[in-house]
């Protein structure tokens, strides 16, 4: 890395240094976070880097740290994923590094990163990310780096914030297709599973099954009956509906069943030949002679353009991040709470994980839709 464009100039002596990073996996909308807090942080005299790839940047020799102005984020809006690159593989304080003959270790350079902050004279640490970046947010906090955060995630499962950007762009790609699946089950009288992503939550599943009508949606905070669903596809044949469409969440587990290791599988291949939508097949082949196809939706649902609500969200977060580092009002993470965007501490983003209440009012809503949840 060549440091001398990220020395600090004599006369910007008292012009605070901030480094943001988009950590974990990319949403829909990261673009439109950079774009805001740069533009933001600039106006107000801050001076911006990045860090390539999530904490990799400042892990890795050479540093792959950028300065981060105005220019570099001309025209970056409607674009998917991040100008600074993700990595879900860039922990500091759980670093795996892989030496000669596959070898593997893992070490903790939280250190190193600080040192490397202090070197590059970094006043504030601002993380976009998820709850795993929020709580390497938290543990640096600890350590007296002063840390802002931006929370960012399809799944929508944070809890400090009633929402994430990227979920919509999501649910509109899970969406579309639950559309397009329509025509060709009916065409051929299929079962058709969708298999969307969420983790441990069933937002992207329950919001877009509710947007595209479906049958049957399976979220992994209700364990299903599968009976229940056999009954639910049976009986749409006798009222002239030979087809079915079943949305399942990557989470989602029959009563009883261990269908699905998220976590176990999110260090390797995180969409596997035998997940949940798979699983659900087997299940229902051994007891409907309905013939069944599984799509597996996978990263299509973090790609392409965001949505306008998620580019409006993520600059909203951008410019009121921007202000938190301005007013040197750091150990806190934006977020949208009902229509105001608001800060809460760091803590409230890593307290628990925000899953889909299952006596809420979108589980309610579905049920009186007659969408069959497999509950017991
Ligand atoms: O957390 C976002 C998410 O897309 C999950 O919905 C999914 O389980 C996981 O990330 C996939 O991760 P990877 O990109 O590492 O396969």
């Excluded at 003959?101 to 202090?118: I, M, N, P, Y």
């Excluded at 065409?187 to 969420?198: C, F, K, P, Q």
């Excluded at 353009?305 to 806190?332: E, K």
Aim: negative net charge; charged residues 25%.
């Amino acid at each position: 890395m060549n440091t001398d464009n990220l020395a600090r100039d004599t006369d910007e002596e008292v012009v605070r240094r901030i480094l943001i990073l988009t950590g974990g996996g990319d949403a829909p909308g990261l673009n439109a976070v950079l774009r805001a807090f740069v533009k933001t942080a600039t106006d107000l005299g801050l001076k911006v880097f990045g860090s390539e790839d999530g904490f990799a940047g400042l892990m890795e020799e050479p540093t792959r740290v950028v300065p981060l102005t105005r220019e570099d984020v001309r025209g970056i809006l409607p674009k998917g994923g991040s100008i600074l690159g993700c990595s879900n593989r860039a922990n500091p304080f759980a670093y795996v590094e892989r030496g000669a003959g596959g070898t593997e270790r893992t070490v903790d350079l939280s250190e190193r990163v600080k040192a490397k902050l202090q070197e590059l004279e970094i006043d504030i640490l601002v993380l976009v990310g998820g709850d795993g970046t929020m709580d390497i947010g938290m543990r640096f906090a600890k350590m007296g780096v002063s840390v802002v955060g931006i929370p960012k995630t399809i799944d929508n499962d944070l809890a400090a914030t009633d929402l994430t950007f990227g979920l919509d762009t999501a649910v509109g790609t899970a969406t579309w297709a639950i559309d397009a699946l329509h025509s060709t089950a009916e065409a051929h009288d299929r079962v058709m599973i969708l298999e969307v992503m969420g983790r441990d939550a069933g937002w992207i599943a329950l919001l877009a099954g509710i947007a595209g009508g479906a049958d049957v949606i399976l979220i992994p905070e209700i364990h299903y009956d599968i009976d229940r669903i056999v009954d639910k596809i049976e009986a749409r044949s006798p009222t002239g509906n030979s087809f079915s469409i079943v949305v399942v969440g990557e989470g989602a587990k029959p009563i009883g069943g261990t269908v699905s290791d998220i976590t176990a599988s999110h260090e390797s291949i995180s969409q596997r030949q035998d997940g949940p939508g798979a699983q659900l097949a087997a299940l229902l082949e051994a007891r409907t002679d309905h013939e069944i196809r599984v799509t597996v939706l996978g990263h299509l649902q973090r790609s392409g353009s965001p949505s306008s609500f998620d580019r409006i969200l993520g600059t909203r977060f951008g410019v009121h991040a921007a202000y938190l580092c301005y007013n040197d009002n750091t150990g806190q993470v934006v977020a949208l709470k009902g229509q105001d965007i608001v800060s809460v501490p760091l803590e409230a983003a890593v307290a628990n994980l925000k899953r889909v209440p299952p006596d809420g009012e979108l589980v309610m809503v579905a049920r009186t839709m007659g969408i069959e949840l497999g509950e017991k």
